[in-house]
């Protein structure tokens, strides 16, 4: 069974900055493509940042500069560090594996 399970969200004040990890498990990890994604209040969701399997990594516009993605095939785990943190950044932040799996999701709220 595929799990992901994401961790490190929170309230940060803007301009701040957070590093969300994802766990992975039940399949192998470096075979996959991994991907953030998010989901403001009474929104849609939306893509964040993918990671190929080749560590090729591709950005939305909205936080290209401000955020890196990585992974540790080793440690069978994601990582999204997001720096300077803008209220727009709120939202529920998911793992997704290249098939479509997400985890439960974790916080995140930019907010003075």
């Known amino acids: 069974e595929v799990q992901l399970v994401e961790s490190g969200g929170g309230l940060v004040q803007p301009g701040g900055s957070l590093r969300l990890s994802c766990g992975a498990s039940g399949f192998t990890f470096s075979w996959y493509g991994m991907s953030w994604v998010r989901q403001a209040p009474g929104k849609g969701l939306e893509w964040v940042s993918t990671?190929?399997?080749?560590?090729?990594?591709t950005y939305a516009d909205s936080v290209k500069g401000r955020f890196t993605i990585s992974r540790d095939n080793t440690k069978n785990t994601l990582a999204l560090q997001m720096n300077n943190l803008k209220p727009e950044d709120t939202a529920v932040y998911y793992c997704q594996r290249k098939t479509g799996e997400r985890g439960q999701g974790t916080q995140v709220t930019v907010s003075s």
């Open positions: 990671i190929s399997v080749g560590n090729s990594r």
